[in-house]
């Protein structure tokens, strides 16, 4: 049976499995003016790819490095448990966990987000990791020559 939730704005949320879309007016949210928003209480779409800031990569990063959870947990000064949670999404990969998780796992924290490490040229990768600025520079200059003229190699 569907439950009625009365608001103090006269909406209502006739069943919590259904969309509901409602236009919020300027004199209700003065901060932000009139705007919409739709509140969807459908929980298999919360879990998928909007959860905490959607999908990230720290499992493979971690198993990539051939480390349990526990032993990544221990780099960065958590628990095991806290780890499954940033893993699974059901805690967000805030920047403050990301500049912890990204040198224990050998990386940039961008890439814990964007990157699975099994689909990178990982050689590629781990050289400009671990180059200094110096050469990171001379890295680019080269990789420019080589493609500028063709060089096979």
């Known amino acids: 049976m569907a439950s009625r939730s009365a608001r103090g704005d006269g909406l209502s949320i006739t069943d919590t499995s259904q969309i509901v879309i409602s236009k919020a007016s300027a004199k209700h949210h003065n901060l932000c003016g009139a705007s919409d928003f739709t509140i969807c209480d459908n929980h298999k779409m919360a879990d998928d790819a909007d959860k ?62 964007e990157h699975n490490p099994f689909d990178l040229p990982t050689d590629i990768v781990e050289i400009w990791i671990n180059a200094n600025d110096k050469e990171r520079k001379q890295l680019v200059s080269l990789a420019q020559a080589i493609v500028r003229t063709g060089t096979d190699g």
Not at 63 to 83: C, D, P, S, Y
């Open 52 to 113: 905490n800031g959607g999908p990230n990569y720290l499992q493979a990063w971690r198993e990539f490095r051939k480390l349990t959870q526990a032993e990544l947990a221990a780099k960065v000064g958590t628990n095991q448990n806290m780890i499954g949670y940033l893993e699974s999404g059901e805690r967000g990969l805030s920047a403050k966990w990301l500049r912890k998780l990204a040198p224990a796992l050998e990386t940039q924290p961008g890439f814990i987000l």
